[in-house]
DNA sequence: TATGAATGAGGTTTCATTCAT
DNA sequence: AATGAATGAAACCTCATTCAT
């Protein structure tokens, strides 16, 4: 076990360097510090890592977000909770998050079945559907909403990345940037 | 110069449906009508190719932003029009936006350099930067305004494409989305 | 360990009869009977397997001059010893003799550390050094005699081998090589 | 007749530094400030213009000594003459002189016709001849006497080159490497 | 005579994967 | 479960040579 989780970590650590396809499996093992026939022994495939590792981070996410959620909490802050901590995780996991870019991206991405990626969007797009439905978030498509909130999700990231503050700073931005979103989503009367 | 242009045409077919390692560079060369080491006569390097691609695709977008607008244009109109124009051309050169975006996920982006990028989103940054001065954009760091507005065009690139409507339904998409953002950027006395 | 010695013999049949540019990888690793891979998993690079077989056969040649020499014995015979059975291993092993001279006028024997080509010269260099503190040797320095002896090891060689004589005849014009070397070095009142 | 001079320059320095195979023609041509077919023009193969290189460096050593030698000349003298003068040469002309060693070491050199080689060796061949005749050289066969000759040459010029010394002691050098071989051939009672 | 774009065979090297231990 | 030598298909790239201008 101890082995599987030392192959994810430098698998993660060197796809964001180098991509997929400049990383060999070769290295994957070595920076693991376990054998090559090893990495085969878990992971029948390389590309089987490659969408394992994808799984496995979606799935750390989703259990963060979950963690600071309540189904019982009211959608408005809710919401805000759901935007402020998804780009903190992404601030502390800069590897991980950059790695669910580069993976969704990929033609690898097409190996995701609709089942699973609707239930790694399920928790925003039950919230924007109720959000709609009471009249707190504006009349528009769901998947419009869904991928404009996303999208958000990855400019403000891009943004705070590429400006470097302080995490006092970060924090700021991280709020500037929900009252803009929210400010477009909502609800106008 | 004919065969150049056929090897960039060749290259962005088969980059964007295989990814840059999904595709040989003997494949490009085959489908460019050319011999192998023609491709390495004018491109040293697979990825100067995929580099020089790039270049030729973001500066094709910009003639054609460039072409439909004009200096002395008023702001506000301005920002509609490149908004617009670009999620048009857009969804009528899929491949070449899809490449634009895989591009500048994948490591290749590291090696473009810093002036080139500020080439690229020179329009849009002095329009902004303007557009904050004179109060019709809200006082926000330009390079916040920026990432948003960039995202915001992936965003809804992604939504219409997935929910690939008619050429009416998407032309009113395209217009809901510039409602949308435009009201998350402009000023709010 | 087993399969670099076959790679190792194959490389020399080859490299001798072509050429290190004449001989592809692929032919030595079909000569040797492994696939090509296997090649690259035991040496890195092409050229490190030149140089790598350099040392082999000069580490061979230096075993084999140690073996038939004693630290104890005497200048004088200990000479002959070393200048005859050089001569002898040479003609026995022609393949390998002809490959040291190859490389060593080729670019590649640049990449030979200093240290090691001190190393490989140590025995001669000593027992000169030695000779001629002794007066056995003419008062010339060593560096001299030392290129005199190697280059007419080589010139003796080449005599022998392209006038093709008989065993008998080999050993005779390798004694009479000795006398005329010996002669040239030897100290004269 | 100008680029073909050129040509040859650049082919010298060139093969030098990297090897025959280790240099393309095409970079011959650049640094010759030819364009690339220009040299398949003068010369219809690679093979031709490294045979012609050779060919036109030995001829031009053959010049430089026919020039210093007469005919007439006593044999002890003539010898000591066309040894220091070679060596001369060989210091001053160090591209060409490495260049003679690596080409005749090569596969190359099988293509050079019997004939070509022994017009080469012909004013050696002929002096030792004579000088064995007349006893002022030993009774040794012509062919060993003349492999001593080349080899000791290459044996000077090799420790000259390694010690770098003055141009002063260049000469002492070449003296004392004079004295030795001739010690080492002439006749003794 | 000179050019340089075009060619394509062939070379070196990489790398995912297997398998005997 | 773990190893790492062995594999061989396939990739990238080189380069001598040709040819239309």
Known sequence: MEKKQQILAAALA?????????????????DA???????????????ELVVNLYNSVKEELAAYLSEITHESDFITPKFKNIFTHTLYWALQNRAKFYYIRQFEVSPHYAKISAD???????????LITEGVKKKLLQTRP???MLSLYNSNIFGIYQYIINSKPE????????LAGYEMVWDMLRYKG
Chains 1, 2, 3, 4 share one sequence.
């Open 14 to 30: 060197l796809f964001v360097e180098f991509g997929f396809h400049g990383t060999p499996t070769a290295k994957v093992a070595q």
């Open 33 to 47: 510090g376990v054998a090559n026939g090893t990495l085969f022994h878990h992971y029948k495939t390389k590309d």
């Open 116 to 126: 699973t990626i609707e239930k790694h969007g399920a928790i925003m797009n039950q």
């Open 142 to 144: 769901v998947d419009l």
């Open 167 to 174: 995490p006092e700073e970060q924090q700021a931005a991280v």
